[in-house]
């Protein structure tokens, strides 16, 4: 399980792309690219090892007005959880 | 003609120079032959041309990549590119100062093939010795900030320490470990009586991955591939013909995966007299095998055909003599029986190795 005071980053495999053909975000990293919804390029690219999960809530608020912060809080401690499973993102202490 | 596909992974073969002489290893039989045609400008362009096409990640392999004096350059090419690049490397000839400049240059990953768990077992598969230097740069890989790949092909003589495999690659703290059973082309082929497993063996070896697998989530990628000979239905070779990589072998081919050029009848033309895109798109070899209207039955009507694409040309090639046949790994194919009558082999005694070499006896240089 992931505090909300965590600090996510990315692991030191995986990178970030902009896709110039869809617009959209890759995770690059070794054999493997995953191709990012919308959201989830939003949420890894606030991963910077600085920011706690609450931050990046409180950052993604601003283009999710619509969505009642504890539920964005919860869909991004899920997300975050399962990158975590696949070794993609590391969340120190 | 049907449009090409977006290529995500460049595959750079700079050289099939290697100084090891691994009795599975996946270059041509015939590598000696084929000389590296590309130089370093040849080989940006290539970069910057498949980037544009849609390349997101380059392989910097071979042979043996660190051969080539201008791998820093092309380093430097892919990371001005973004591209995401590995470099796969035996481990020979490495020091410690060309993997801290590598890495200063923006190298993203480094796989290091190992063959064994064992120095003596190792160096027998190499050729030569090797073993304790290969521990060596895997450890600097690590030191120096590297993710770092583990590559262990298995066969029938190794198959057994996979345990020991997985705890050399959790020594050396690597963040991926591929256990890949060898493919039979290619080397591996000439060399299939003393290196195919049994199926009892390796459903051992499956069980051990897929434990280690599990006990090491998130912390270490475990990869299990199984070889063709023991399935029911073949795997995606490549994901599919001129799908998803593309190849460039040393002499500057342009290819769907590494052995392509070793089927008879195909054309691919060369980087040095066209562009990555028109070749990618109308080289007569890549379109010959994309799609599904070179099927034959039982592909054509398959609901497989989607998923497996009719499985590896080559390995149709080589145990049919036709490169359109249905892939004979599949259980449905009507050559199927010369899959079944390798693997009632693997129970024979040992066979001796034919080594990779330049040499016609495949004695290995000492």
New interface residues.
């Given amino acids: 399980m992931i505090p909300p005071s965590g600090k996510p980053a990315l692991a030191g495999k995986a990178r970030l792309r902009f896709d110039r053909a869809t617009g959209g975000y890759l995770l690059l990293y070794p054999e493997r690219g995953l191709q990012l919804n919308p959201t989830a390029g939003s949420i890894l690219k606030l991963c910077d090892g600085q920011r706690t999960v609450d931050a990046i809530v409180a950052e993604l608020q601003k283009d999710y007005a619509g969505r009642p912060a504890p539920e964005l809080q919860k869909d991004v401690l899920e997300f975050l959880e399962e990158m975590e499973r696949r070794g993609l993102v590391q969340v120190p202490g | 003609m049907s449009t090409a596909p977006?290529p995500?992974?460049l595959v750079a073969e700079l050289t099939y120079a290697c100084p090891l002489h691994c009795v599975y290893c996946s270059n041509p039989v015939d590598f000696a032959r084929r000389h590296d045609g590309l130089d370093t400008g040849d080989w940006r362009r290539v970069l910057r041309e498949a980037e544009e096409l849609?390349v997101?990640?380059v392989?910097f392999t071979g042979g043996e990549p660190l051969l080539r004096a201008d791998l820093e350059a092309l380093v430097e090419e892919a990371r001005r590119l973004?591209l995401?690049s590995?470099l796969i490397t035996s481990g020979i000839p490495l020091e410690r100062g060309r993997l801290e400049r590598l890495r200063r240059l923006g190298l993203?990953?480094v796989?290091v093939s190992i063959q064994d768990s064992r120095p003596v077992e190792s160096d027998r598969i190499a050729g030569r010795e090797a073993f304790g230097q290969k521990l060596r740069a895997a450890r600097w890989v690590k030191e120096l900030?590297?993710?770092l790949?583990m590559n262990t092909v298995l066969h029938r003589e190794n198959l057994a320490r996979i345990g020991e495999v997985i705890a050399l690659a959790e020594e050396l703290r690597a963040?991926?470990l591929e256990l890949a059973n060898a493919q039979y082309l290619g080397w591996a082929l000439v060399n299939r009586g003393a290196l195919l497993p049994r199926g009892e063996e390796l459903e051992r070896a499956r069980s051990i991955a897929a434990a280690a697998r599990q006990r090491l989530?998130?912390?270490?990628?475990v990869v299990f591939v199984v070889p063709d000979y023991h399935v029911e239905f073949p795997p995606a070779c490549m994901d599919g013909w001129g799908r998803r990589f593309m190849i460039v072998s040393p002499e500057g081919l342009l290819l769907p995966c590494l052995l392509a050029h070793t089927l008879p009848g195909l054309s691919f033309g060369n980087v040095r007299e066209q562009s990555v895109a028109d070749l990618w798109t109308s080289s007569p070899g890549l379109a010959a095998f994309r799609g599904e209207g070179w099927m034959p039955e039982p592909c054509r009507s398959c609901e497989r055909r989607t998923v497996d694409f009719g499985g590896c040309r080559c390995q149709a090639f080589h145990l049919t003599g036709d490169a359109a046949a249905t892939d004979p790994a599949c259980s449905l194919s009507r050559d199927h029986a010369k899959i079944e009558a390798a693997r009632a082999q693997a129970a024979q005694p040992l066979v001796e190795f034919r080594y990779r070499t330049a040499r016609a006896d495949g004695a290995p240089a000492r």
């Fill in positions: 977006r995500y992974t849609g997101v990640q392989n973004e995401y590995n993203d990953n796989q900030g590297f993710p790949t963040d991926r989530q998130g912390r270490m990628e």
